[in-house]
Each structure stands twice: as C-alpha cells, then as structure tokens.
C-alpha cells in the first residue's frame, strides 16, 4: 500500500513540474495613448482607486504577484484577465465611442454600488482593493459625472 501512495505521489508531483511549462502569455503592455487616464481627465485619487482595484483585470497592465506564476492558478488568473478585459478594457477606452463610454460608466457604478467588482476572490488575495464606502462614492460620482458630461456631448 505504502508503495502504491508513494508511486502515486512521485506521479502528482512529476505532473505538477511538468504543468508548469504551460503557462499563458503575461497581460503586459506598451502604455498607450488610448487607456482611460490619457485620454481623460481623471483626478489622482479616482485613478488610483481605478489602478489599485481595477486596472489588473481590465487593462493590458497586471501587476503579477509570485503565485500568479504557479500552474493551475496562472491559468484562472489569465482567464479572470481575459474575462475582464472583454467586458471593459481601460487601455482601449479612447477607441470606444461616446455611447460605449456611457454605457460602460454606467456599468461601473452599478457594478461598485452591488458590490460585484472588484469580484470576491480578487479582493481576497488583494486587500488594498477592498473599497470602502467612501471609495466606492467616490468611484460612483466620477462615473456619473463622466457619463452625463458624455451624454451632453452627444446630445450636442
């Protein structure tokens, strides 16, 4: 019995070595003239709030930590980022537009205000990106703000 275990546990961590030569490609990206802080005007601390909760997911920028470079967990991590990045991708918010931008702030405040972003298992690794009522309210009128500006525009 001993032997079978042991065989069994050679095979486990043989499989776990050899996984880790399957990793995906990093979210690493050149700074571009299209993400959300070059094209607007967003205060410091909302952009800060933004790069601290959001931009990991939803940008071409993540901040990697040493256990997103272990297999299986790169893989959900890649996938979260991919995810993400289809529902909203701040790098690309010049390319999107005005009705896309409204659309998508709208979404970010009912996204903040429920509590569904940033999602639970990121927070959980990722306790600065907790985001406080106060920090939550300060995301939200930004976004609104934003988006009534956009609105005016396009009405015009």
């Known amino acids: 019995m001993r032997k ?21 490609e990093k979210n690493k990206a050149a700074a571009n003239s299209n993400d959300l ?3 607007n005007n967003v205060p410091e601390n909302v952009a800060s709030l933004l790069k601290e909760s959001c931009y990991d997911c939803h940008s071409n920028n993540t901040r990697y930590l040493w256990y997103h470079k272990i297999a299986p967990v790169s893989w959900m ?3 979260h980022i ?3 990045k289809q529902e909203l ?8 537009d005005n009705y896309d931008q409204i659309i998508s702030l709208d979404e970010i405040t009912h996204e903040i205000r429920r ?13 600065k990106a907790n985001l406080s009522d106060a920090q939550t309210q300060i995301l939200e009128e930004w ?3 934003q988006g009534e500006a956009l609105l005016i525009n396009v009405i015009n």
């Open 4 to 24: 079978i275990i042991g065989g069994f546990s050679l095979i486990l961590i043989i499989a776990f070595v050899i996984i880790q030569f399957f990793q995906p």
């Open 37 to 39: 802080l070059n094209t």
């Open 77 to 79: 991590v890649d996938r």
């Open 82 to 84: 991919r995810d993400g």
């Open 89 to 96: 991708n701040f790098s690309e918010w010049g390319t999107l």
């Open 115 to 127: 509590k569904t972003m940033p999602l639970k298992s990121y927070r959980f690794m990722h306790p």
């Open 143 to 145: 976004s609104k703000k």
